[in-house]
C-alpha cells in the first residue's frame, strides 16, 4: 500500500478482496479506502465541475461508500457519516441522470446513511434514509428478483430497526418478517453466502416478536441465530464473533423473559466474555458492545440474587457509557440513562437507597430531552425509570422534582407505552 510504484489500481484490487467482515483487517480497510477516496477526489471534482462522464465520480463515489462502512467498523461515526453522506449526494446526481446504472448504488448508500445517522441517534432522518433505500430495492427486485431480492431483505431489516426505535413496532414485525422470509429461502439455496444474513434477521425477529410480547415465538427466534450464528464463528473466528455475542445477549433476554434464569445468565455471561475480548482489542469498537453485554449481565445475576456481582456489572457498564456520551452525546445518553436506572435498582437490592436515588434520578434527567423529542420512542424505560424514581423519593421521604417530571407526565399521557417493559437492553 505504501510503496510508490503502487498505482490506484492495485490499491482496488486488494481492497476488493479484503473480507467484508473482518476483525484483524479492520483497521488496514479503512487506510486503504481513506488512500483510495483520496487519490479519487481530485479527478471526480474536476470530471464534476467539466460535466464530463460519470465513470470517475461513480468510482469516487464507491470509494466513499465503502470508506463509511470501514470508519463505521471502526467507531469512528462522525466521520462514516460523512463520507457516507457525501457517497449519496453524488449518487443521487448519477441516478438522476441513468437510473438504469445507478439507482442500486444509490439505495446502497441511502441504506448505509440510515444506518450511520441511527449510529448517532438521529432516528427519524435514519428512517427516512432507510425507507427510501427500500422503496428503490423493492422496484428493482420486482423486475430482477434474481439480482435484488438479498438486497431487499437487508434493506428490510434495516427499515424494521429503524421503525422499531421510534416505538412503531407492528411495522417494525412486519418488515423484518419479510425480511426473515427472504433470507430463509435465499439460505435454503446457498447457505454459504445467505446463513449469516438469514441469522442476523432471526436476530432482529426475535427482538420485535419480543416487543409485542409474543415470548415463546421470540425464543425460538433468538435460539435459531446463535446456533447459526456460533457454527460460523467457529469456522470464521476472524470475523462473526461480534455477532454470536449479540445474539447470545439476546437469548438471554428472552430466557429471562421465560423465566429461565440460569440459562439466561449463561448466555449473558458468554457474550460479556466475547465483548471484553474484542473491546481490549479495539475499544472504539466494542466498548460499547461490552457496556450493553454488561448491563444484561448485571440484570442476570440481579434476577438470581447474586446482588454485589450484579452492582459491579452495572457499575462498570455505567462507567463506560459515561466516557462514550462525554465523547458522543446524542449517541450514548440514553444508554447512559438505563444503565443508570440498571444501578440504581442495584444499589437498591443492597439498601443503598440514597445512592440509589440519586442514580435513579440521573437516569430520568439523562433521558428526558430524548424522550419529550420522540416519547414513542422512549416511552417503555422512561415509564420504568419514573417507576423507579417515585418509589425511591417515596420510601426516603424526599421531595420529588416537579420541574422535571411534569412535561414528562403530560407526555406520558399522550403515548401508550408497550406492556412488560423490562430494565434489560437487547442487542
Not at 473491546?279 to 466498548?287: D, I, K, T
Not at 456489572?313 to 452525546?329: F, G, V
Amino acid at each position: 500500500m505504501g510503496a510508490p510504484e503502487t498505482d490506484l489500481g492495485a490499491l482496488m484490487e486488494i481492497a476488493n478482496a479484503l473480507p467484508d467482515e473482518t476483525l484483524a483487517l479492520r483497521e488496514l480497510a479503512a487506510a486503504l479506502l481513506t488512500q483510495i477516496a483520496q487519490s479519487l477526489r481530485g479527478p471526480a471534482a474536476s470530471e464534476a465541475a467539466a460535466s464530463s462522464e460519470a465513470r470517475v465520480l461513480s468510482l469516487y463515489a464507491t470509494a466513499l461508500n465503502n470508506l463509511g462502512n470501514r470508519l463505521s467498523a471502526l467507531g469512528r461515526r462522525e466521520d462514516a457519516l460523512a463520507a457516507t453522506r457525501e457517497a449519496v449526494e453524488i449518487r443521487r446526481r448519477l441516478a438522476a441522470d441513468r437510473p438504469d446504472a445507478f439507482l442500486p448504488d444509490l439505495a446502497g448508500s441511502l441504506n448505509n446513511l440510515g444506518a450511520m445517522l441511527s449510529d448517532l441517534g438521529r432516528r427519524e432522518d435514519a428512517l427516512a434514509a432507510t425507507r427510501e433505500a427500500t422503496d428503490f430495492y423493492r422496484r428493482l427486485a420486482a423486475d430482477r428478483p434474481d439480482a435484488f431480492l438479498p438486497v431487499l431483505a437487508l434493506s428490510l431489516n434495516n427499515l424494521g430497526a429503524r421503525l422499531s426505535e421510534l416505538g412503531r413496532r407492528e411495522d417494525a414485525l412486519a418488515a423484518t418478517r419479510e425480511a426473515t422470509d427472504i433470507h430463509r429461502r435465499l439460505a435454503a439455496d446457498r447457505p454459504d453466502a445467505f446463513l449469516p444474513n438469514l441469522a442476523m434477521s432471526l436476530n432482529n425477529l426475535g427482538n420485535m416478536l419480543s416487543d409485542l410480547g409474543r415470548r415463546e415465538d421470540a425464543l425460538a427466534a433468538a435460539r435459531e441465530a446463535v446456533e447459526i450464528r456460533r457454527r460460523l464463528a467457529a469456522d470464521r473466528p476472524d470475523a462473526f464473533p461480534p455477532g454470536l455475542a449479540s445474539s447470545l445477549n439476546n437469548l438471554g433476554n428472552r430466557l429471562s423473559d421465560l423465566g429461565r434464569r440460569e440459562d439466561a445468565l449463561a448466555a449473558a455471561r458468554e457474550a460479556t466474555d466475547i465483548c471484553r475480548r474484542l473491546a481490549a482489542e479495539r475499544p472504539e469498537a466494542f466498548l460499547p458492545d461490552l457496556a450493553m453485554s454488561l448491563n444484561n449481565l448485571g440484570t442476570r445475576l440481579s434476577e438470581l440474587g447474586r446482588r454485589e456481582d450484579a452492582l459491579a456489572a452495572a457499575r462498570e457498564a455505567t462507567d463506560i457509557y459515561r466516557r462514550l456520551a462525554a465523547e458522543r452525546p446524542e449517541a450514548f445518553l440514553p444508554d447512559l440513562a438505563t444503565s443508570l436506572n440498571n444501578l440504581g435498582g442495584c444499589l437498591s437490592e443492597l439498601g443503598r437507597r440514597e445512592d440509589a436515588l440519586a442514580a435513579a434520578r440521573e437516569a430520568v434527567t439523562v433521558l428526558a430531552p430524548f424522550f419529550l423529542k420522540l416519547p414513542a420512542a422512549h416511552a417503555r424505560w422512561m415509564m420504568v425509570m419514573c417507576r423507579q424514581y417515585l418509589e425511591l423519593s417515596e420510601s426516603l421521604g424526599a421531595e420529588l422534582d416537579a420541574a422535571l417530571l411534569g412535561p414528562i407526565v403530560e407526555a406520558l399521557q399522550e403515548v401508550q407505552a408497550p406492556p412488560d417493559a423490562d430494565p434489560s437492553i437487547s442487542a
